[in-house]
């Protein structure tokens, strides 16, 4: 599977992978609002819950697709990011 179908996956089940990756952030009309990929509280980082199929923290500069998003967060190479989220979405190679 290429990263980009394993992220179009991901956001098909976006309002479920955002809370688990951010899992202190919240939900502010259409995106999850947290203060950056660490969790912490805040909104400069928001995840588009529809429309365009991006994030991005504003403080930071970064962005980019949901496997963007899950090496953010978990401080891990696409490799690691892609075993994580076929675990979470269930998908067994």
């Known amino acids: 599977m290429r990263p980009s179908e394993l992220s179009d996956l991901l956001w ?3 309002d479920r992978v955002a809370p688990h990756l951010l899992p202190n952030g919240k939900k502010e009309g259409h995106e999850w609002v947290a ?6 509280k805040g909104n400069s980082l928001k995840v588009n819950l529809s ?6 923290d504003f403080a930071e500069g970064d962005g980019g697709d949901m ?3 899950w090496m953010a967060c ?3 190479n696409l490799h690691k990011a892609m075993q994580e989220a076929k ?4 998908i067994k190679d």
Request: charged content about 25%.
């Open 12 to 14: 098909a089940q976006v």
């Open 35 to 40: 203060g950056n990929v660490n969790g912490d």
């Open 51 to 56: 429309g365009k199929k991006k994030w991005a």
């Open 67 to 69: 496997l963007d998003l």
């Open 74 to 76: 978990r401080g891990i």
């Open 87 to 90: 675990a979470f979405l269930g």
